[in-house]
Nanobody
Framework: QVQLVESGGGWVQAGGSLRLSCAVG????????MGWHRQAPGKQRELVAA???????NYADFVKGRFTISSDNVKNTVYLEMNSLKPEDTAGYYC?????????WGQGTQVTVSS
């Protein structure tokens, strides 16, 4: 059974940094795309950043220059380094993995940024 387990969320003051991790378990080797999405209360879930198996990356405009997505294929883990955090970055952050026709989600980790 495939499992995506996020960690690293928490509370931080505006301007601070956090590093999220998404560990993939369940015997899956390789992926097409892994991404981080976020959802704030009352809002739709939105893509934050994505990385392909080839290392290509894509970022939402609202995080460009502040967030960095990376992957460690040995550890089967994807990271999201978040710098210069703003109160509007407050949301649940969810890891997503696409493997062929399948789409997997983690349970999410909460990020709260105070002003």
């Amino acid at each position: 059974q495939v499992q995506l387990v996020e960690s690293g969320g928490g509370w931080v003051q505006a301007g601070g940094s956090l590093r999220l991790s998404c560990a993939v378990g369940g015997g899956i080797k390789g992926f097409n795309v892994m991404g981080w999405h976020r959802q704030a209360p009352g809002k739709q879930r939105e893509l934050v950043a994505a990385i392909t198996s080839g290392g290509g990356t894509n970022y939402a405009d609202f995080v460009k220059g502040r967030f960095t997505i990376s992957s460690d294929n040995v550890k089967n883990t994807v990271y999201l380094e978040m710098n210069s955090l703003k109160p509007e970055d407050t949301a649940g952050y969810y890891c997503n993995m696409k493997v062929g026709p399948f789409n997997f989600w983690g349970q999410g980790t909460q990020v709260t940024v105070s002003s």
